[in-house]
């Protein structure tokens, strides 16, 4: 009685749901189809909350025996098919496979699957929800979904029609479905399988891991140990290829296997839904009230931001020009499955790279998608052969994928081989790697490729003090130009800022620095400065990640601003042998710059001055890559003040303004055709 209450409220859920006319749709696809099916899949959409509210012993199935609970389903869809006469061709019960699809689970602790803790109860065969990141897939290969046998005695009733169908079971294996060892039931003869009603699906596997385990790649330090592992997701029919390394899934799935020695989890996957991260809803009350009290300038709200940023790292006033650069490429980063067009690529020229790394890796783990690159592993997707016997091909994420939509810190440059330099830089020019996958390496008669989109900004620097590179270093030509021999010229190019930290630039005074490590060394915990406990790590990772999402459109005067700088540049920089040394990115890097600073500005307008920030940084880049032009920018325009009070702020903004107006004045004389005028005009 129990068993026909639940298949009357399955029959009443299809008719309220719509799914009952859905499956009468199906039915009439496979009426129509000229070809023999040995099995009729169809997928049912449950809501639990409404089965549970229609019948809580039904819904209690759906949830804890998902196996029985489809084979009160098999039943109604199989009387609905007789009843109404929707496939002529069907015989027996056992020929209808029933999928449940499920469009959520209750939001309570027993029904999420925690795979940086143990658990006790992984195969109790029900459903589970788990989130993660994809860091591996296989290529699609084929598996058996059901298939017919017959009993091979011709004497035996059993050796026609479909009395003997074998369908796939969640966890299954191959050889569980489909094998030569099968006996008939009346005669105990061995079964036969007719080859031509199997019926293949397509298959994918797919590891995860847990937004926690970024931390191992970001350098995380923590008192409390933490565990992870990678979870091993089955993929079939139309969940294959509705997932993409580097991003963020809620799956819903059964767990089929647990291997304990290696505590390794196998969920066959249910449903896949992206996860879109929450938006914050604003920033601390002391940011809110600094932003409050700078409103009266353009500048003042981020020149406060970089100086007293990382000051657990370096004292507030040092590295300012490089930490706003570091604050503009972290603002510039993304949460969500939008993609990441506004890359900033940074590469310092350092002397103490000691201190450098050390302020460059504090700020990855401001964003969630922060990866410090493992020198011991691949930056971009490598290929393996998969572990589970299917002869499919395992491309594995590597850093930059793993850091979709954030940085990915790749350390120095100089550490790496001239092969890896070259497809860095290969990468960064076209921001997509392709795989190639050779058939007969893997098993395959075909060779296959797959491109994937590079959605990170890359950070890295170069060491200049090493010993062993000191005899390569040659005397500069041009004024103001860097020696960057060590590594190749077009992958310097390739970096949209390029930035020199050494101890003879106005950016990294040595005394606050020998103190301020003096002091750390003494108390490693304490916090040195005022700016430390006013404005801490967790407040800058609120401004950031409200910032990041914010909708930024350019003014008018602004747009002109940056598109004449960018023609007046190019001109300036051409000559008739190599031609400009400007392409087409460096209008994509200053819109890119001006964006950042007025997202770091928390503004949804581009103004002209934001344009003048990104055009003295870039200017300052590019005159270390090529040296000096016309449009002479010190090294220190960003920063020409030390900022010790509002004095001090005065005066830089004072100077900026005439910076502005020797840019309006250098666009108006070197980019003819270019709007730019005066406001007073």
């Known amino acids: 009685m129990a068993n026909l209450k639940m298949k009357e409220a399955a029959l009443i859920y299809l008719d309220r749901s719509g799914g009952l006319q859905k499956f009468i749709n199906d039915c009439k696809y496979y009426n129509d189809s000229k070809q023999s099916y040995a099995v009729y899949r169809f997928n049912i959409l449950i809501n639990p909350s409404d089965i549970v509210e229609l019948d809580a012993e039904l819904g209690n199935h759906i949830l804890h025996h998902p196996v029985k609970a489809a084979e009160v389903f098999q039943s109604v869809c199989f009387i609905a098919v007789k009843t109404l006469s929707l496939i002529g061709q069907l015989q027996t019960e056992t020929q209808i496979n029933i999928v449940l699809k499920l469009t959520h689970l209750p939001s309570l602790p027993s029904y999420s699957l925690n795979f940086c803790e143990f658990r006790l109860d992984y195969t109790s065969q029900?459903?589970?929800m788990m989130q993660g990141i994809v860091i591996a897939?296989?290529?699609?290969?084929?598996?058996?979904?059901?298939?017919?046998?017959l009993c091979s005695d011709e004497a035996c009733p059993l050796s026609k029609g479909f009395q003997y169908i074998r369908v796939h079971a969640p966890g299954a294996t191959e050889s569980a479905t489909v094998r030569n060892d099968f006996l008939c039931n009346l005669c105990s003869s061995s079964l036969q399988e007719d080859r031509k009603f199997r019926v293949l699906g397509d298959k994918q596997i797919v590891e995860i891991i847990t937004a926690k385990a970024l931390h191992a790649f970001q350098g995380y330090s923590n008192t409390q140990p933490f565990r992870f592992q990678s979870l091993t997701i089955f993929l079939r029919d139309e969940l294959v290829?509705?997932?993409?390394?580097?991003?963020e899934y809620k799956i819903i799935g059964i767990p089929t296997c647990v291997k304990t020695l290696q505590t390794s989890v196998c969920i066959e996957a249910n449903s896949i839904t992206f996860c879109n991260p929450k938006v914050p809803s604003g920033i601390s009350d002391n940011f809110r009230c600094l932003l409050s009290l700078t409103s009266s300038s353009c500048w003042k709200f981020t020149a406060i931001l970089a100086n007293i940023f990382a000051s657990h790292i370096v004292p507030p006033g040092t590295y300012n020009f490089l930490k706003l650069c570091l604050l503009m490429s972290l603002v510039q980063t993304r949460d969500s499955n939008k993609e990441l067009e506004d890359c900033l690529d940074i590469l310092i020229i350092t002397s103490d790279t000691l201190l450098v790394d050390r302020l460059?890796?504090?700020?990855?783990?401001?964003?969630?998608?922060?990866?410090?690159?493992?020198v011991s592993t691949e930056i971009f997707p490598t290929l393996f052969r998969n572990n589970y016997g299917t002869g499919a091909v395992s491309i594995q994420a590597g850093s930059a994928l793993l850091a979709k939509g954030g940085i990915c810190f790749i350390g120095d440059l100089a550490s790496y081989k001239k092969d890896k330099l070259e497809q860095l830089q290969s990468v960064m020019e076209s921001r997509s790697i392709t795989v190639y996958i050779p058939g007969k390496k893997f098993g395959d008669d075909t060779n296959q490729q797959t491109t994937f989109p590079i959605q990170c900004s890359f950070w890295s620097f170069i060491d200049m003090d090493s010993s062993s590179r000191k005899h390569m270093?040659?005397?500069?030509?041009?004024?103001?130009?860097?020696?960057?021999?060590?590594?190749?010229?077009?992958?310097?190019?390739v970096f949209g800022l390029l930035i020199n930290c050494n101890e003879s630039s106005p950016c990294h005074p040595f005394l606050p620095t020998v103190q301020h490590t003096l002091k750390k060394a003494i108390d490693p915990e304490g916090l040195l400065y005022l700016a430390s406990k006013q404005f801490t790590t967790e407040d800058f990772e609120k401004l950031l990640a409200f910032a990041k999402n914010l909708n930024v459109e350019f003014s008018l005067e602004a747009e002109r601003m940056v598109h004449g700088y960018y023609l007046a540049s190019r001109r300036i920089r051409t000559d008739s042998i190599f031609g400009s040394k400007l392409s087409a990115s460096a209008l994509k890097y200053l819109i890119s710059l001006s964006e950042a600073h007025a997202r770091l500005n928390l503004r949804n307008k581009v103004?002209?001055?934001?344009?003048?920030?990104?055009?003295l940084l870039f200017e300052t880049s590019l005159t270390l890559k090529y040296g000096a032009t016309v449009f002479c920018v010190a090294p220190n325009a960003v920063f020409p003040f030390e900022l010790y009070n509002e004095e001090y702020l005065e005066q830089r903004d004072v100077y900026l303004t005439q910076c502005q107006q020797q840019l309006l004045q250098f666009i108006a004389t070197y980019g003819p055709g270019t709007?730019?005028?005066?406001?007073?005009e």
């Open 241 to 247: 290829n509705k997932m993409s390394i580097g991003n």
């Open 360 to 374: 460059l890796n504090y700020s990855i783990n401001l964003v969630p998608r922060g990866v410090r690159h493992p």
């Open 607 to 615: 103004l002209k001055e934001d344009v003048l920030i990104a055009v």
């Open 137 to 149: 897939m296989t290529t699609v290969t084929k598996y058996t979904q059901g298939a017919r046998f």
């Open 675 to 680: 709007a730019v005028f005066a406001s007073d």
């Open 473 to 493: 270093q040659k005397t500069n030509t041009l004024i103001g130009q860097m020696d960057c021999s060590l590594i190749p010229a077009n992958l310097v190019e």
């Open 126 to 128: 029900r459903f589970y």
